[in-house]
């Protein structure tokens, strides 16, 4: 059966908008499709070369006016053309459209925009006095986004540096140093805070940049920002061709903290889990914490298997990644209405017109020995080019499309059962949209005649690489704590580092696309920049703990890791600006939550250098549920009654009087209590402390079950999540931490065994000689 599809990207309005401003002299970049691959031995860029010396009437013009060859899998190019010329060439003979270049409006932008953080919140009097540190690949100090006109002088607390080896600072980018203790220069690597690999600026742009009009390649355009345009960089590079060293890692915090940074932005971590001193971010950020400082960092990109989470210190905010935006996801839309969004980098534009959809089962070559069963999966060879001319094909397999663009089809549509999270991009040669499973049997069965109900897939999820929870090493602590746009996130480029990761194209850029949670850690980072800049005296556990209770609730049915994904879901800056109340949280109490841990008085005072003591004061010795801490986690031990008493306590930072109660949701066999369940204040700052009690049956290879307690005055709303489990599907090693890592900066090691259950030599692989820092 033959049915239309519509097939078309996002943002249909505003190609409309560009198509009735047009200029119709000026020569405009627009895609010229020409189907498969020529067959003949042939340059296709010499072809396209002398279509358009045809047309423009010089080879000169032609060559200006040439921006892309396509002829790897599919023939075509991209040029600049007048209407005129546009329409000529779309009359001559191979070619099967000419389509005026799609603007796609702003990623960065779109993601702060996708956030609630839109440029008309930002203005608080103290954003200008916010200074955001990035540990990264160093920034390029020229790039537009840290363009300085308007700004004033750094602030009066600053006592950083600019070390000036090729590298000028400005009001913006307030300070720069490197480290590079290894003395070890590969890549392009320069002695200087520069980045020559683009990552650094990348990070440093979506946190703090200024608005820029950003192009990218002349096919993304529109205007990018940072969180807080109006913040301070400074800039710490410790990663180099080879990785950041922990050397220079605890270096680069060293200084940072003592620089007079408010935020600390680390879009990187180890490969292995290891004890909190073990590990140079770890203990960077509990000095920062000592100081003040909050620091963001990135969960790491080894999902979606469990317990690769990493920066897990409950003194950090550990930020996962998700989707957000639709920039880049290419829209399908069924004759009967159902609309469809799949992954893909689509360069194509359908023009709104209807083609026909059919089966890939439908349209075999059996003249090829094709059948059915082969033509589903739209592999190369098998499709009948009769029945797939002029079609778009929907495949139950991810290919490459060259079976449908070989048949002369139009698009595909693609869902594969294996590739259960499609969500990482891929550029094809022809428009095509890759699907989920479920949707994909939505599309099928719209195909056979009946038409069933679609369910929401708008909904942003956590990316398949973002990495899981638990914690590797407590498992009483909540990870990743929070979600943060990370997939297709246009930011700064380093003009010489090798521009693109979609095209294979050398040139210069400065704005690329890249996905990572490296680059959903700076949102958090900007996120937290604004909460401080409306709130100076916040703790850094206060500012998490506003970003934790506000953030938007994310869908548990697309996130089957549910909390072990996204924590306690999407930030969400503007609503963390006013969340009522806060579970603060000091260096003493981390201290009492080591002593907890097993780390005795002797360990904490290296650590701390003073006279910090453990008190054995713990109400439950050896677990965690004593930190005051914005979320809840309750490991069981296989075969164990479920049994945990955790204590909170909550300052007010909303109205003075007001009065606040509990729900509590949790799921049919466990029971909780919270007690008391009204809490009411009569002053700013006043605390109160509740205890929430969990109880159930003996459980064993349970997965995690999720709930919430949620706090509610008349306005605001502060929600915890609430986890239990006590077994990981698919963890890559037992619950044994017998063989603990012995990567050690600490000589002492903590003697409490029981909360340190994942950490085994395992998932650590081959130790490498130098610790790979990237996420
Ligand atoms: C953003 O704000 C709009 C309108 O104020 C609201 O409807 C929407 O739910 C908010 N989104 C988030 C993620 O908070
Ligand atoms: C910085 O921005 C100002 C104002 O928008 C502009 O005039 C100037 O050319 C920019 N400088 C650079 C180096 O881009
Ligand atoms: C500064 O960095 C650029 C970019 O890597 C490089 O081309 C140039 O040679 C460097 N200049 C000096 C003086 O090191
Ligand atoms: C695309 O749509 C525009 C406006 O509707 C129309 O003028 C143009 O002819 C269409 N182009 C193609 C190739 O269908
Ligand atoms: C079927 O496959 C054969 C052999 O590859 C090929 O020659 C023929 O053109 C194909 N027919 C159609 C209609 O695509
Ligand atoms: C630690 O305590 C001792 C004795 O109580 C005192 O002499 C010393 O100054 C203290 N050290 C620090 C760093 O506070
Ligand atoms: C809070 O309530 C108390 C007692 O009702 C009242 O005296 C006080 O003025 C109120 N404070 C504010 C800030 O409204
Ligand atoms: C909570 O649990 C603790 C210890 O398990 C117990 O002493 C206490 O009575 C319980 N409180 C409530 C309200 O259930
Ligand atoms: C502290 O713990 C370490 C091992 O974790 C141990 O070697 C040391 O003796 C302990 N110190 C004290 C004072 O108990």
Same mark, same amino acid.
């Given at each position: 059966m033959v049915k239309t599809a519509m097939f078309s990207l996002?943002?249909?309005?505003?190609?409309?908008?560009?198509?009735?401003?047009?200029?119709?002299?000026?020569?405009?970049?627009?895609?010229?499709?020409?189907?498969?691959?020529?067959?003949e031995d042939v340059s296709v860029a010499s072809k396209h070369h002398a279509i358009l010396h045809k047309v423009l009437g010089s080879a000169s013009s032609a060559k200006d006016s040439l921006v892309y060859s396509y002829g790897r899998s599919f023939n075509g190019f991209a040029a600049k053309l007048t209407n005129e010329e546009a329409s000529r060439i779309s009359e001559m003979e191979g070619v099967i459209s000419v389509n005026l270049n799609r603007v796609h409006k702003l990623h960065t932008t779109r993601s702060w925009d996708f956030l609630n953080l839109t440029t008309n919140k930002l203005g608080a009097p103290q954003e200008s006095d916010v200074i955001i540190g990035l540990l990264d690949t160093g920034v390029w100090p020229e790039h537009p986004s840290f363009n300085d006109t308007g700004f004033g002088p750094p602030p009066a607390k600053?006592?950083?540096?600019?070390?000036?080896?090729?590298?000028?600072?400005?009001?913006?980018?307030?300070?720069?140093?490197?480290?590079?203790?290894?003395?070890?220069?590969y890549d392009g690597d320069i002695p200087s805070a520069r980045d020559t690999e683009g990552h650094g600026t990348h990070t440093a742009s979506t946190a703090s940049g200024v608005e820029v009009e950003a192009e990218y390649f002349g096919l993304a355009?529109? &205007? /990018? +920002?940072?969180?807080?345009?109006?913040?301070? #960089?400074?800039?710490y590079k410790v990663c180099w061709g080879y990785g950041c060293s922990s050397a220079d890692?605890?270096?680069?915090?060293?200084?940072?903290?003592?620089?007079?940074?408010?935020?600390?932005?680390?879009?990187?971590?180890?490969d292995w889990p290891s004890d909190y001193f073990d590990d140079p971010i770890a203990i960077g950020s509990f000095h920062a914490l000592r100081n003040g400082i909050l620091t963001s960092s990135s969960a790491?990109?080894?999902?979606?298997?469990?317990?690769?989470?990493?920066?897990?210190?409950?003194?950090?905010l550990t930020v996962a990644a998700s989707t957000i935006d639709r920039k880049f &996801? /290419? +829209?399908?839309?069924?004759?009967?209405?159902? #609309?469809?969004?799949?992954?893909?980098?689509?360069?194509?534009?359908?023009?709104?017109?209807s083609y026909p959809l059919i089966w890939g089962g439908d349209a075999a070559n059996y003249t090829a020995g094709s059948s059915p069963d082969i033509a589903r999966f739209c592999l190369t060879g098998a499709m009948s080019s009769d029945i797939v001319a002029g079609k778009i094909v929907f495949c139950e397999a991810l290919w490459d499309g060259s079976g449908i663009l070989m048949a002369n089809g139009v698009g595909t549509i693609m869902a594969d059962p294996l590739v259960v999270n499609p969500d990482d991009a891929f550029s094809w040669p022809l428009p095509a949209t890759l699907i989920s499973p479920e949707d994909g049997r939505s599309v099928l069965e719209y195909i056979k005649g009946s038409d069933d109900a679609l369910k929401d897939a708008m909904a942003p999820t956590v990316v398949s690489f973002s990495s899981r929870g638990p914690s590797p090493i407590t498992p009483d602590i909540l990870k990743p704590d929070i979600t943060a746009p990370g997939v297709d996130i246009l930011a700064g480029w380093s003009p010489v580092s090798p521009s693109s990761v979609y095209y294979a194209d050398t040139r210069s850029t400065l704005f690329n696309i890249i996905s990572g949670t490296s680059m959903s850690c700076p949102h958090a980072s900007g996120a937290a920049a604004f909460v401080k800049a409306v709130h100076p005296n916040w703790s850094p556990a206060a500012i998490k703990s506003a970003?934790?209770?506000?953030?938007?609730?994310?869908?548990?049915?697309?996130?089957?890791?549910?909390e072990f994904a996204y924590g306690s879901g999407q930030i969400n800056p503007v609503a963390a600006r006013d969340p009522g109340l806060v579970f603060d949280a000091?260096?003493?109490?981390?201290?009492?939550?080591?002593?907890?841990?097993?780390?005795?008085?002797?360990?904490?005072?290296?650590?701390?250098?003073?006279?910090?003591?453990?008190?054995?004061?713990?109400?439950?010795?050896?677990?965690?549920?004593?930190?005051?801490?914005?979320?809840?986690?309750l490991y069981v031990e296989d075969g164990q009654t479920i049994m945990g008493t955790f204590f909170r306590t909550v300052t007010n930072v909303g109205p003075a009087n007001s009065t606040y109660t509990a729900s509590l949701y949790m799921p049919g066999f466990i029971s909780a209590t919270v007690e008391p369940s009204v809490l009411t204040f009569s002053d700013v700052g006043e605390t109160k402390t509740f205890i929430v009690n969990v109880t159930g049956p003996a459980i064993s290879q349970q997965p995690i079950v999720s709930g919430a307690i949620t706090w509610t005055d008349s306005t605001h709303v502060v929600r915890t999540p609430l986890v239990v489990y006590n077994y990981i599907p698919g963890a890559p090693y037992n619950l044994d931490d017998s063989e603990e890592s012995s990567f050690s900066m600490t000589k002492e090691k903590p003697t409490f065994k029981g909360s340190s259950l994942y950490h085994k030599s395992g998932i650590m692989g081959q130790r490498k000689a130098h610790p790979q820092f990237f996420n």
């Open positions: 996002l943002y249909p309005l505003l190609l409309s908008a560009l198509v009735l401003n047009c200029q119709c002299q000026e020569r405009k970049l627009h895609v010229v499709y020409m189907g498969g691959r020529p067959q600053w006592k950083g540096t600019c070390t000036t080896a090729n590298f000028t600072c400005n009001n913006k980018i307030i300070g720069s140093r490197y480290y590079n203790s290894e003395n070890a220069y355009k529109g &205007v /990018a +920002r940072g969180g807080v345009p109006r913040s301070r #960089i400074a800039v890692i605890l270096k680069a915090f060293d200084d940072a903290i003592a620089d007079g940074v408010d935020i600390i932005s680390v879009s990187l971590g180890s790491g990109n080894s999902g979606p298997f469990p317990v690769t989470v990493s920066n897990y210190a409950p003194w950090t &996801v /290419a +829209r399908m839309e069924l004759g009967n209405g159902q #609309i469809f969004t799949g992954i893909t980098i689509n360069t194509f534009d359908l023009n709104g017109t970003l934790m209770t506000t953030a938007t609730i994310m869908d548990p049915r697309k996130n089957q890791d549910l000091s260096e003493a109490d981390y201290i009492t939550f080591l002593c907890g841990q097993g780390y005795n008085t002797s360990m904490l005072r290296l650590v701390t250098g003073d006279n910090s003591t453990c008190t054995n004061s713990l109400p439950i010795p050896g677990r965690a549920w004593g930190l005051n801490y914005p979320s809840f986690s």
